[in-house]
Every structure is written in C-alpha cells, then in structure tokens.
C-alpha cells in the first residue's frame, strides 16, 4: 500500500525584524526616547534660475560640451552638504555645470572622491561670482546681487560638516 505523502506549503520567515525608522532616539542617560527633527532646507529659486546662459563650471576634460542652453544648477551629492537619501543639497550647494557634466556628477562611472574634488573646484569658483555679483564687478540684477548674497550668507553660517547653527 502506497501513501501519498502531503506536501504543506510553508510561508518563509524573514531573517530578521525589519527596523523601522521613527526619528526618535533614545537619550544620552538612556531615558525617554527623544525627537530628533530633519534638518531644515534651504531654497533659493532665483540663486538657481542664475544658472540659465551661464558657462559650465565643472568643465569635465572629455565630458563638457561647452553648450550654454544647456547648463543648469548641479547640486552637491555630498552628505556634508545636506544630501541624503532623496534630498537635495541646499541651494548654496550648487555649481553651474552643462547636461553633459550633470549627468556625469550624478550618473557617471568615475569614482566618488574625482566626483567630489571636481565639484569642490568648481564651488569655490561658484562662490568667486557670487562674490562678484556683490561687489558689483559683474552686471547683475538687484535679485541677482540678493540672491548671491543668500548665499555667501548661508555658507557663512553653518561651516562645513558642523551643522546648521539657525
């Protein structure tokens, strides 16, 4: 005699608890859980609209394309600048760079630390014509010359990888 031997289906059960983030840590004399805010961003659409007709500050050997119509604010993907996860850097975080240096600052295939010395080279001299725009060597509207003072004061304000201090 003969038995059919019945198979159940058993559901897989996960390795491990998935971690759910809820912005709450516990505090430094392991107490009450405290609430840690997101940090606040910091827009400035004029600062980026500038942009438009500009040249490219990136100018990557090989990459840029040199083409003005083309040329956008690229922000930092840097953490220190505020990136993480899905949001952008703050705006006094950006460079002036063509399609084709944007798109190799966030998709390309060099490797992070060219990626970021790159974009450090072009951002102080982000922060040149910001200072020209002030200082009234470069032709600038009162928007303009507002907008690039927003942003020296901005970077003025929370020194790199230390934080906001407003």
């Avoid at 438009?52 to 930092?76: F, K, M, W, Y």
Wanted: glycine share 8%; net charge positive; proline share 7%.
């Amino acid at each position: 005699m003969t038995f059919a031997r019945r198979v159940y289906e058993r559901k897989p059960q996960p390795l491990y608890a998935p971690v759910a983030r809820r912005g709450t840590y516990a505090s430094a004399d392991m107490g009450k859980p405290i609430s840690v805010p997101k940090p606040e961003q910091h827009r400035n659409p004029h600062l980026l609209s500038m942009a438009r007709g500009q040249s490219c500050t990136l100018e990557v050997p090989g990459i840029c394309n040199g083409d003005r119509t083309t040329v956008v604010a690229a922000h930092s993907n840097l953490y220190i600048h505020g990136k993480a996860g899905a949001r952008k850097a703050d705006d006094q975080y950006h460079v002036y760079a063509c399609f084709a240096c944007h798109q190799w600052l966030d998709q390309g295939g060099a490797p992070a630390e060219i990626k970021a010395c790159a974009f450090m080279h072009a951002h102080l001299w982000m922060v040149d014509i910001w200072r020209g725009v002030v200082a009234g060597f470069i032709d600038a509207t009162p928007k303009d010359k507002a907008a690039a003072q927003w942003a020296l004061d901005r970077l003025n304000a929370s020194p790199v990888g230390q934080g906001e201090t407003s």
